[in-house]
C-alpha cells in the first residue's frame, strides 16, 4: 500500500483548517442568517463556534490515535462498523463537495457587486466558477505542499483583510443598531440562525483527513485545529458584530438577505475601492475555500477504497505526485454537476445539518472508545472535561437539529437523503468486500460465536485446564500464573499474551516481536522453569480480542479462563469489562484478579452468598487456602437495622459453608449502613478477599459498576472474582468432604409426588412458575401456591436460571423449610426463557429449600448439572410420555454418573 508524504507543518495545518471555514460562511451565510437572528448575529456565530468546540477536541484526540487519511469516516469506522463508515464517509464527503460548490457558486453575487455587467448567476459566472474549480483540481492533483504554500498565502491575506475591515468598522460603530435585538422571531429565531450558520465551521477538523500527511501529528494536529477555531470563533464573532454596528439590520434583512454583506459593509465607509477591494477579497477567500473541500474531501473516497468500501481505483496514488489522482477528479466532477445542476444554497443547509450529525457521532465514538479500552487506542492528545465535554457536544447537537427540524421539516427528510448514497453503497459493494465489525460491534451481542460454540465439538479432549489471557497492563503477569497453577490443580497452563490492533491493520504486516512481549516471555518462561510448572506461553495478535479470547478457550477447552479486573481507569468514567460478553458466554468458569501488590497468602476472606456461583467460590477458597497453607475466613454483611434473627440465620449459612471445607474455616458477620465499604474496612487484616461474579448486570451497573466493582476498588487487599457459566452452574461442588454425603446420594430421594409432569402446556415463563408452583403448593407445607411463585419470580430476577441447551434450573429458598424438594417438569413446547444462548426451555429441574439446607442444595443442583453434561437423559425426558417415563429416565441416567 502506498503512503502518502508526510510535509505540512503547523502553519500549514492551522491554514488549510482556516482556509477550510472562510469564504461562504463569512461573506454570504451573514446576511442569510441575519433575518432569524435579528440584531444578535454576533451571539448565533459565537454560539455556533461554542457547540463546535466538543467536536474540536473529540476529534484531535481521534486523530492522534489514528492519523491516517480519511478523518472522520476512519473514526466512525473503526468505531461503529463499516456500514457507519461508509455512511458517514461519503455523506461529509457529498456535504464538503457541495459547500465547496457553494463557495465556488456563492462568490458570484461579489463579482456581480463588483462589475454588475456579469449578473449574480450569469453564464461567465458559472464558466468562471467551473475555471476555477479546474485550477484547485490541477493543484490538488500537484501536492498538497503546493496547496498549503497557495493556502497560507491566501489565508494570510483573507484574514489580514477581514480583520482590517473589522477594525475600520469597529471604530464607526453605532450601538443604537442593536436596539432592534433578535428581531420578530426571539430567542427561537437566534437559535435556528445558530443551527444555519454552524456550516461556517464546516472545515476546522477536516485538516484530520489529511492526518497522513502532517508531520508531528501528535503535537500538530490537535493545536492546528484548536488554534484554527480560537481565531476563527474569534473572526466570525467581531466581524458580524461589526457588519451590525455599521449598516442598519432592515437594509441586510431587504429582499430576504443581502448575499454580499461583507462587501456591503466595506462600501459603507464611503470608499469605492475599499468595496471593490472587499469583493476581491471573498472571490479569492471562498476560491480557497472551495480548494480546501475538495483536498479534505478527496481523502475520504481515497481510505474508503482502500479499505475495500469503494471501486479499488480510487485509491491509486499518483506515481510523480504521490496524490490519491482519481479521488480527487472524482470529487471536482461532483462539485461541477453542483454547480450547473443544483440548488446548492438548500444543499448547503442540508449539509450543516449531516455535519451536526458527524460531530456528534465523533463525541460519542471518543466515549465508545474509551469505555470500551481497545488496546490500539492510544491517543497522544486526550480531551479535558472528559465526559462532559463530549455530553455537552452531544446534547447540543440534538438541540440545534430539532430546531432546524421544527423550523423545516423538510430537513429531516434531506439529511436522511444524504446518507442514502452511502447506504447503497454499503449494501451493493461494500458488505461483500468486508468482515469488519468495529469496536462497538465487536462489544454487542456476538451471536454468531454463541452459535459457533453450540456447533463446536463437544467431547474433544482437555488441552489446557487454564488459560491466562494477558493484555498487556497487568501489573504482575506472574501473580495470574500462579494463581492459574492453583486452578489448574496439577493441569496445563496456558499462558496467551494478546495485542489488539485496529481491524484495518493487516496482521501479516506486523513484523518481529514487540519488546515488551518479548521480555513478558521471557519472565514466564523462567518462572514456569524455576517452579517447575507445567505451562506454555503464546503471543498472538488480534483484530477482535474477544472472538480471539472466546475461541482459545473453546479450542482448548480449559476449565478455568483467568484475567486481570479491568476497573475504572484514569481515562474512563464506566467499570464495565472491556470483554464483558465473554462473562456472559465463555465456555469456562471465569476469574478476574485485581492485584493488590500482595505476594504471601496468608489470610484469606471469603464473601459468599447463595446463588450460582457460591458452590465454586467454596471449592475454590478451600483449594487455594489448603495449597498456600492460609486462613480461611466467610463473611456475611447484615444491615444496622436488620432484626438479630438475621444475625443467627447467616451464622447458620455460614456454618454450613464452613463444613463444606476441608480447611478449618472462621466465620465472620459485618454489620453496617454500606456493604462495601463495610466489607472492604474488613479486608485490611486479610492478604485477598475471594467472591462471586455480579448475578444480574444492569445497564446503569455496567456503567456505573455494582457493588462488587464497588467493593473490589476499595478493597485493601488483592481480590479475586469468580463466575462459572449457566450450563456448568454448582458443578464445582461435590459430596460433603466429611462424607456425610458421599455416593449415598440420591437425587430421586429428594423428587416430591406429583412434582413431575410431562408434555407439560405453557405458553411463557410466568405461566410455567404458575404450574410449578401449583404442584409443589401441596408438597410444601405452610406456603401457599402464590407464595412460592413469587420466590421463584424473585430469584429468577437475580439472575436468569437457564442453562442453554432449552434447560432451566429455577430454585428458591424459603424461610422456615427444612428440607429440599426437586420437581422435575418437561414442557410441550420450548418457552422464551431469554436463555444466554437464545434458545427456549423446555426441560425445568425445580429446586425448593430452606436457608438451613445450602449444602443438600447445591448437591441437588450439582447432580443435575452432571445428569445434563454427562448423560443423554435430556434429550430421553424430551420424548416422555407420563411421569412414570421420567422417573425411570433419571434413574438409569443416574446410575451412569454413579459409576
Same mark, same amino acid.
Request: glycine share 8%; proline share 4%; charged share 25%.
Given at each position: 500500500m502506498k503512503k502518502l508524504e508526510r510535509r505540512l507543518t503547523l502553519p500549514s495545518v492551522v491554514a488549510i483548517a482556516i482556509s477550510a471555514m472562510l469564504g461562504a460562511g463569512i461573506f454570504v451565510l451573514p446576511g442569510l442568517a441575519i433575518t432569524d437572528s435579528g440584531a444578535n448575529l454576533w451571539l448565533a456565530y459565537l454560539l455556533a463556534g461554542i457547540c463546535v468546540l466538543p467536536a474540536a477536541i473529540s476529534k484531535s484526540e481521534l486523530a492522534t490515535a489514528m492519523p491516517t487519511s480519511g478523518g472522520t469516516y476512519v473514526y466512525i469506522d473503526r468505531t461503529f462498523g463499516p456500514l457507519a463508515g461508509t455512511v458517514a464517509g461519503l455523506g461529509l464527503w457529498l456535504s464538503l463537495l457541495l459547500k465547496s460548490a457553494f463557495a465556488l457558486v456563492g462568490f458570484s453575487a461579489y463579482l456581480a457587486a463588483i462589475a454588475p455587467q456579469f449578473g449574480a448567476h450569469g453564464p461567465f459566472g458559472v464558466s468562471l466558477s467551473l475555471l476555477l474549480l479546474a485550477l484547485i483540481l490541477l493543484i490538488n492533483v500537484r501536492g498538497v505542499g503546493k496547496v498549503s504554500k497557495a493556502q497560507v498565502f491566501v489565508m494570510i491575506l483573507s484574514v489580514s483583510g477581514l480583520a482590517a475591515i473589522a477594525v475600520a468598522g469597529g471604530m464607526r460603530f453605532d450601538i443604537s443598531n442593536f436596539e432592534v435585538g433578535t428581531g420578530d422571531k426571539g430567542t427561537m429565531g437566534l437559535f435556528v440562525a445558530t443551527a444555519f450558520v454552524f456550516v461556517a465551521y464546516n472545515g476546522v477538523t477536516k485538516v484530520a483527513a489529511i492526518a497522513e500527511e502532517i508531520k508531528q501529528p501528535e503535537r500538530n494536529l490537535p493545536l492546528g485545529i484548536l488554534l484554527s477555531l480560537l481565531i476563527v470563533t474569534a473572526l466570525y464573532t467581531s466581524l458580524t458584530a461589526v457588519l451590525v454596528g455599521n449598516v442598519p439590520v432592515e437594509q441586510l434583512t431587504a429582499n430576504g438577505g443581502d448575499e454580499h454583506a461583507i462587501y456591503t459593509l466595506a462600501a459603507s465607509f464611503g470608499i469605492h475601492a475599499v468595496g471593490i477591494g472587499a469583493g476581491v477579497l471573498g472571490v479569492l477567500t471562498m476560491t480557497s475555500m472551495a480548494n480546501a473541500g475538495v483536498l479534505a474531501a478527496s481523502r475520504f473516497p481515497f481510505a474508503m477504497a482502500r479499505e475495500g468500501l469503494l471501486p479499488k481505483s480510487l485509491s491509486s496514488v499518483h506515481a510523480r505526485f504521490l496524490t490519491p489522482t482519481v479521488a480527487i477528479m472524482a470529487s471536482g466532477v461532483v462539485v461541477a454537476v453542483a454547480i450547473l445542476a443544483l440548488d446548492v444554497h438548500r444543499m448547503a443547509e442540508l449539509a450543516s445539518a449531516f455535519l451536526i450529525l458527524l460531530y456528534g457521532a465523533e463525541n460519542l465514538a471518543v466515549i465508545v472508545l474509551r469505555e470500551s479500552r481497545v488496546q490500539w487506542y492510544k491517543p497522544s492528545f486526550r480531551s479535558p472535561l472528559y465526559p462532559w465535554l463530549q455530553a455537552f457536544g452531544l446534547l447540543s447537537g440534538a438541540a440545534l437539529i430539532v430546531i432546524m427540524v421544527v *423550523?423545516?421539516?423538510?430537513?429531516?427528510?434531506?439529511?436522511?437523503?444524504?446518507?442514502?448514497?452511502?447506504?447503497?453503497?454499503?449494501?451493493?459493494?461494500?458488505?461483500?468486500?468486508?468482515?469488519?465489525?468495529?469496536?462497538?460491534?465487536?462489544?454487542?451481542?456476538?451471536?454468531?460465536?454463541?452459535?459457533?460454540?453450540?456447533?463446536?465439538?463437544?467431547?474433544?479432549?482437555? *488441552?489446557?485446564?487454564?488459560?491466562? $489471557?494477558?493484555?498487556?497492563?497487568?501489573?504482575?503477569?506472574?501473580?495470574?500464573?500462579?494463581?492459574?497453577?492453583?486452578?489448574?490443580?496439577?493441569?496445563?497452563?496456558?499462558?496467551?499474551?494478546?495485542?489488539?490492533?485496529?481491524?484495518?491493520?493487516?496482521?501479516?504486516?506486523?513484523?518481529?516481536?514487540?519488546?515488551?512481549?518479548?521480555?513478558?516471555?521471557?519472565?514466564?518462561?523462567?518462572?514456569?522453569?524455576?517452579?517447575?510448572?507445567?505451562?506454555?506461553?503464546?503471543?498472538?495478535?488480534?483484530?477482535?480480542?474477544?472472538?480471539?479470547?472466546?475461541?482459545?478457550?473453546?479450542?482448548?477447552?480449559?476449565?478455568?479462563?483467568?484475567?486481570?479486573?479491568?476497573?475504572?481507569?484514569?481515562?474512563?468514567?464506566?467499570?464495565?469489562?472491556?470483554?464483558?460478553?465473554?462473562?456472559?458466554?465463555?465456555?469456562?468458569?471465569?476469574?478476574?484478579?485485581?492485584?493488590?501488590?500482595?505476594?504471601?497468602?496468608?489470610?484469606?476472606?471469603?464473601?459468599?452468598?447463595?446463588?450460582?456461583?457460591?458452590?465454586?467460590?467454596?471449592?475454590?477458597?478451600?483449594?487455594?487456602?489448603?495449597?498456600?497453607?492460609?486462613?480461611?475466613?466467610?463473611?456475611?454483611?447484615?444491615?444496622?437495622?436488620?432484626?438479630?434473627?438475621?444475625?443467627?440465620?447467616?451464622?447458620?449459612?455460614?456454618?454450613?459453608?464452613?463444613?463444606?471445607?476441608?480447611?478449618?474455616?472462621?466465620?465472620?458477620?459485618?454489620?453496617?449502613?454500606?456493604?462495601?465499604?463495610?466489607?472492604?474496612?474488613?479486608?485490611?487484616?486479610?492478604?485477598?478477599?475471594?467472591?462471586?461474579?455480579?448475578v444480574k448486570r444492569t445497564r446503569m451497573r455496567n456503567m456505573l459498576g455494582s457493588m462488587r466493582d464497588k467493593l473490589t476498588a476499595r478493597a485493601a487487599c488483592s481480590v479475586l472474582r469468580l463466575r462459572t457459566?449457566?450450563?456448568? =452452574?454448582?458443578?464445582?461442588?461435590?459430596?460433603?468432604?466429611?462424607? $456425610?454425603?458421599?455416593?449415598?446420594?440420591?437425587?430421586? $430421594?429428594?423428587?416430591?409426588?406429583?412434582?413431575?409432569?410431562?408434555?407439560?402446556?405453557?405458553?411463557?415463563?410466568?405461566?410455567?412458575?404458575?404450574?410449578?408452583?401449583?404442584?409443589?403448593?401441596?408438597?410444601?407445607?405452610?406456603?401457599?401456591?402464590?407464595?412460592?411463585?413469587?420466590?421463584?419470580?424473585?430469584?429468577?430476577?437475580?439472575?436468569?436460571?437457564?442453562?442453554?441447551?432449552?434447560?432451566?434450573?429455577?430454585?428458591?429458598?424459603?424461610?422456615?423449610?427444612?428440607?429440599?424438594?426437586?420437581?422435575?417438569?418437561?414442557?410441550?413446547?420450548?418457552?422464551?426463557?431469554?436463555?444466554?444462548?437464545?434458545?427456549?426451555?423446555?426441560?425445568?429441574?425445580?429446586?425448593?429449600?430452606?436457608?438451613?439446607?445450602?449444602?443438600?442444595?447445591?448437591?441437588?443442583?450439582? =447432580?443435575?448439572?452432571?445428569?445434563v453434561k454427562l448423560t443423554p437423559m435430556v434429550e430421553q425426558l424430551r420424548a416422555a410420555k407420563d411421569a412414570a417415563e421420567i422417573l425411570r429416565i433419571v434413574a438409569e441416567c443416574s446410575k451412569v454418573i454413579a459409576q
Open positions: *423550523e423545516d421539516p423538510l430537513i429531516s427528510v434531506g439529511a436522511t437523503t444524504v446518507a442514502v448514497p452511502g447506504l447503497l453503497m454499503f449494501v451493493l459493494y461494500g458488505r461483500k468486500r468486508t468482515k469488519r465489525r468495529g469496536v462497538l460491534g465487536q462489544r454487542g451481542r456476538r451471536q454468531e460465536l454463541v452459535a459457533r460454540a453450540e456447533n463446536g465439538e463437544e467431547d474433544a479432549g482437555e *488441552e489446557a485446564r487454564v488459560v491466562v $489471557s494477558l493484555f498487556g497492563k497487568e501489573r504482575s503477569p506472574e501473580m495470574l500464573v500462579e494463581l492459574a497453577d492453583v486452578l489448574a490443580d496439577g493441569g496445563k497452563v496456558k499462558v496467551v499474551s494478546i495485542t489488539d490492533v485496529p481491524e484495518q491493520t493487516a496482521l501479516d504486516a506486523l513484523s518481529g516481536e514487540d519488546p515488551h512481549v518479548a521480555s513478558l516471555r521471557r519472565r514466564i518462561s523462567t518462572m514456569g522453569d524455576k517452579e517447575k510448572l507445567n505451562l506454555d506461553f503464546e503471543h498472538t495478535v488480534s483484530h477482535d480480542m474477544i472472538k480471539t479470547v472466546n475461541e482459545i478457550t473453546r479450542q482448548l477447552h480449559c476449565r478455568w479462563l483467568i484475567m486481570e479486573w479491568a476497573g475504572r481507569t484514569r481515562w474512563t468514567l464506566t467499570v464495565a469489562n472491556p470483554l464483558g460478553w465473554l462473562r456472559e458466554h465463555v465456555q469456562a468458569n471465569l476469574a478476574t484478579f485485581h492485584d493488590a501488590g500482595v505476594r504471601y497468602l496468608q489470610k484469606i476472606l471469603v464473601f459468599v452468598e447463595p446463588g450460582p456461583h457460591d458452590s465454586l467460590v467454596i471449592h475454590t477458597a478451600d483449594r487455594l487456602a489448603q495449597r498456600e497453607g492460609a486462613e480461611l475466613t466467610f463473611v456475611r454483611f447484615v444491615r444496622n437495622d436488620a432484626p438479630l434473627t438475621q444475625d443467627q440465620a447467616e451464622a447458620d449459612y455460614l456454618d454450613q459453608v464452613r463444613n463444606m471445607c476441608r480447611t478449618p474455616a472462621q466465620t465472620l458477620i459485618v454489620r453496617g449502613r454500606n456493604e462495601p465499604e463495610a466489607i472492604a474496612k474488613e479486608t485490611a487484616a486479610f492478604d485477598l478477599l475471594i467472591m462471586g461474579g455480579t457459566p449457566p450450563e456448568q =452452574t454448582h458443578e464445582a461442588f461435590r459430596a460433603d468432604p466429611k462424607g $456425610s454425603e458421599g455416593d449415598a446420594f440420591s437425587l430421586l $430421594s429428594f423428587v416430591e409426588d406429583g412434582c413431575v409432569a410431562a408434555q407439560l402446556d405453557v405458553r411463557n415463563k410466568d405461566a410455567a412458575f404458575q404450574k410449578f408452583a401449583a404442584a409443589f403448593g401441596t408438597a410444601v407445607p405452610n406456603f401457599s401456591s402464590e407464595q412460592i411463585r413469587e420466590a421463584l419470580r424473585e430469584r429468577e430476577h437475580a439472575q436468569n436460571t437457564s442453562i442453554g441447551q432449552g434447560i432451566a434450573l429455577p430454585h428458591a429458598t424459603l424461610q422456615g423449610v427444612n428440607r429440599t424438594y426437586v420437581g422435575i417438569f418437561v414442557g410441550k413446547a420450548a418457552v422464551d426463557y431469554g436463555a444466554p444462548d437464545g434458545r427456549g426451555a423446555d426441560v425445568f429441574f425445580v429446586t425448593l429449600g430452606g436457608p438451613g439446607d445450602r449444602s443438600r442444595h447445591l448437591m441437588v443442583l450439582s =447432580t443435575v448439572a452432571r445428569l
